[in-house]
């Protein structure tokens, strides 16, 4: 049942010695890289509702979170290994229609499933580590100095919107266009890898602290300024929260700003550089179709994790709210 | 939490540039390698129960499965990744201990462990992620040659009656000597990978295939004879089953045969080599306190799978008898 499942997986280029069905995996990396690994578990009821979204979701968006990861780090993503329990009521097609969205989002990147391990459990449980390499140096948490901006990749809040869309009675949400509706459920469903991205920005050089946004921007920021030993100021008005999720806020009766600040899973990057250099590292990304908007300021830690909304300036902490747990 | 549990964990050495806590680990490996991967996942119901091992133990055997996978490849464990599921019911002090068990293998084996994942479930998962380097190629399953013999670390059927001694009325396990009751569990419950047996063997030069006997004998000679595309001939009064192991058999009215071919999880190395390499192998190990036992042959693909017992010789098949399920 493996081997059929995994056969399309097991088409390898030159890099892998040995793939599925040996004790473990062969590959090799490129001599000058660092290696980079990243796992993240996604477990039926702790993670996700089968009712909510379709196997090929599945597959597709367990992967996504670790290729993520390896992009926050500035890296490539090169190998997958796919650890699966599936439970007595999840027959062959199911299974195979999540690794299909595996693959086809491996695909997307080149990345290529190399192992991992098949068992039975009670509920789904999907628990997915990619390797990466990166050239030199990561890019981590800690590398933001006061002075810096910060800057987000894409737009926010998105994936928050989608997720109380589907949370939300059917009739509600027929209130929302039809192409917002499935483009917000999509950024929730199938979240797309800031990949390129990554690449973009660490080939401009100069970049500080560099993270994804899987708990939301609040989260992720103050995880920046935690391991860089910095504040921050973060301008409530800049956050790119587009037309889509705005007006889906509304109907939710949800605040846009605590969807872009609280949401989680938008996988955009968040990411801290010097004032000079963001103008080229802006318009390297627009020219692959990637928006790149400042919203905020790295501080001394002492003046602490601030956001200025319209009423003033606020500490910004990761909890406080919470529609998404 | 997370990090409180894994301080211990965090004492990197200089192969490690980002440990736990960023996006990803980053590490490096000797240039001159290639990497290993190997995962390995333990449902709780599916492959353990609470019941019948301690945290300690839980830990110790989840993180030596992975190791072991290294070994069978003729490589040097590295890094872990560790990722757990925990259930509401299991608190603290528990975790601590699986943490414990876990690092006390690592670093017999200087094993770092780099990253992982913490998620919330509704019974114990493990999945852990070895990377391993190894010199030059890899030995598979696939290396096999008609003509070489076919040679076992250690002794064999030894966890199997562990497994057995635990499952059975205690009233039963008591007329075994404690010390050989000890010793059988603890091969079930704390295998012990044969790291250094895989690095003598590597090093002697010669090996044609290799794995590591998770699943019992029977199914891993035949796993080496499909990929090396060979037959193979079992002496089964070669096998190497001991005074302890035999006699918790008669007493729990098993046959020792069954023990040594179906009972999996002990962790030793299947080996082929040609049969001029066998001395200077065997010697090798017994300078290190390991015993390497030659128990048959590799035969033509047409001979088949076969062993001779007392009776006659029969087709040696991966399934057929289960007390281990």
Redesign the interface.
Known sequence: MIKLLTEKMREYNDSV??GI?????????N?DS??????????E???FLLSKLSPRQLGHKALAASI???A??G?IPR?A?I???WPPYIDLDFTQEVYRGLQALAACFEVQV????T?????I?L?I????E?KG??V???GARPGDLIAVTGRLGASGAGFNLLKSPAANSLLIPPGARESLIKAHLEPYPQVEAAAVLRKGGGLGAM??ISDGLASEINHICK?SGTGVLIYADKLPVDRETRGAARLLKLSWLDLALYGGEDYELLVTMAKADFTRAKEALMHKGIKLTEIGEILPATEGVLIQKEDGVFPLTAGGFNHFR
Not at 21 to 29: E, F, L, P, Y
Not at 34 to 43: H, P, Y
Not at 119 to 123: D, H, N, T
Request: glycine share 14%; proline share 3%; no cysteine.
């Open positions: 010695l040995v069905g040996d004790d473990a995996a062969a590959v090799t990396i001599k660092n290696l980079l690994a990243a796992s993240d578990m996604f477990v009821g702790s993670h993520s990861d390896i926050a780090m890296g190998f290994l650890s699966a329990g190399i192992g991992g391990d068992v039975k459990s009670p509920q449980i628990d580590t990619v390797l990466g990166v140096a990561p981590t948490r800690g993270i994804d391991a």
